[in-house]
């Protein structure tokens, strides 16, 4: 089994800075694409951003110039640098990875648990 586990969120006020990070373990043959999904009440989940195993990041326009995605590949581990945090962007933030197994051979995608970061004053 692949389990995500995420860690970092908290409750900072505006203007504040948070480093997510998500550690990915299991029998795991290839990871892919990792990457940050968020969910605020009564909306959908969105990207956030992600980042391929050659290093290549994506950002949804929300985020761009405040958020940074990096990632450890020797340690299986994807990080969410994030500055001047706005109170729209409290939401549960879930890591994603596409993830190679024995048991699915082309990849599939594997979630975590969630955190959450609220920020408010």
């Known amino acids: 089994q692949v389990h995500l586990v995420e860690s970092g969120g908290d409750l900072v006020q505006p203007g504040g800075s948070l480093r997510l990070s998500c550690a990915a373990s299991?029998?795991?043959?290839?990871?892919?694409?990792m990457g940050w999904y968020r969910q605020a009440p009564g909306k959908e989940r969105e990207l956030v951003a992600d980042?391929?195993?050659?290093?290549?990041?994506n950002y949804a326009d929300s985020v761009k110039g405040r958020f940074t995605i990096s990632r450890d590949n020797a340690k299986a581990t994807v990080y969410l640098q994030m500055n001047s945090l706005k109170p729209e962007d409290t939401a549960v933030y879930y890591c994603?990875?596409?993830?190679?197994?024995?048991?699915?051979?082309?990849?599939?995608?594997?979630w975590g648990q969630g955190t959450q970061v609220t920020i408010s004053s």
């Open positions: 299991g029998i795991i043959f290839k990871i892919n694409t």
């Open positions: 980042m391929s195993n050659g290093g290549s990041a």
């Open positions: 994603m990875a596409w993830i190679t197994t024995l048991s699915h051979p082309i990849g599939t995608d594997y």
